[in-house]
T-cell receptor
Framework: ELKVEQNPLFLSMQEGKNYTIYCNYS?????LYWYRQDPGKSLESLFV?????AVKQEGRLMASLDTKARLSTLHITAAVHDLSATYFC??????FGKGTKLTVNP | SAVISQKPSRDICQRGTSLTIQCQVD?????MFWYRQQPGQSLTLIAT?????????ESGFVIDKFPISRPNLTFSTLTVSNMSPEDSSIYLC?????????FGEGSWLTVV
């Protein structure tokens, strides 16, 4: 059974700082997704990572995938308040992690 | 990208009743899925909606409780049957298009 673990589950950070969210999964998969969810909203697709070593960047967010380690990271650079949201990783047939609730403080 | 519309967006339902949620995609897609997100929780896959055949349910979900239809490549429905307060949740439709899986806005159900 595929299991997906995210950490941390809660992250409070200051504007301008950098941080990384981790996503580990238990069995081999050929793709990994990152989503953003704002309170009261649905999920917004951020990245789809399809191969080992894949790296994608959009604005202050960068995602990478290491299929051998079964690990993906979502790196936040110079955080701003607008990045406050819950971030989910999902693997395979969309087994979701528990989500990381990010709060960026002024 | 695929644009997914769900109806209703919100509803308050009486215990014991059933509600059908509709999901419309703006393009033909092979795969459609239904998820549940309970308050403050992550998403759980209910079933894969198969066009022309019965849906494939995940462990813990059964057809009698969550009947699903998929009459064509752009439309699906999920019915939540004989609702109880434990069914209060967000129900999300999703579809696979060009290596990405997109989500509808969700249907927020409260059972009283």
């Amino acid at each position: 059974e595929l299991k997906v673990e995210q950490n941390p589950l809660f992250l409070s950070m200051q504007e301008g700082k950098n941080y990384t969210i981790y996503c580990n999964y238990s069995t081999t998969s050929d793709r990994l997704y990152w989503y953003r969810q704002d309170p009261g909203k649905s999920l917004e697709s951020l990245f789809v990572l399809l191969s080992n070593g894949a790296v994608k960047q959009e604005g202050r967010l960068m995602a990478s995938l290491d299929t051998k380690a079964r690990l993906s990271t979502l790196h936040i650079t110079a955080a701003v308040h607008d990045l406050s949201a819950t971030y989910f990783c999902a693997v395979g047939r969309l087994v979701f992690g528990k989500g990381t609730k990010l709060t960026v403080n002024p | 990208s695929a644009v997914i519309s769900q109806k209703p967006s919100r509803d308050i339902c009486q215990r014991g009743t059933s509600l059908t949620i509709q999901c419309q995609v703006d393009s033909q897609v092979t795969m459609m899925f239904w998820y549940r997100q309970q308050p403050g929780q992550s998403l759980t896959l209910i079933a894969t909606a198969n066009q022309g055949s019965e849906a494939t349910y995940e462990s813990g979900f059964v057809i009698d409780k969550f009947p699903i239809s998929r009459p064509n490549l752009t439309f699906s429905t999920l019915t939540v049957s004989n609702m109880s307060p434990e069914d209060s949740s967000i129900y999300l439709c999703s579809a696979s298009s060009k290596n990405t899986i997109y989500f509808g806005e969700g249907s927020w159900l409260t059972v009283v």
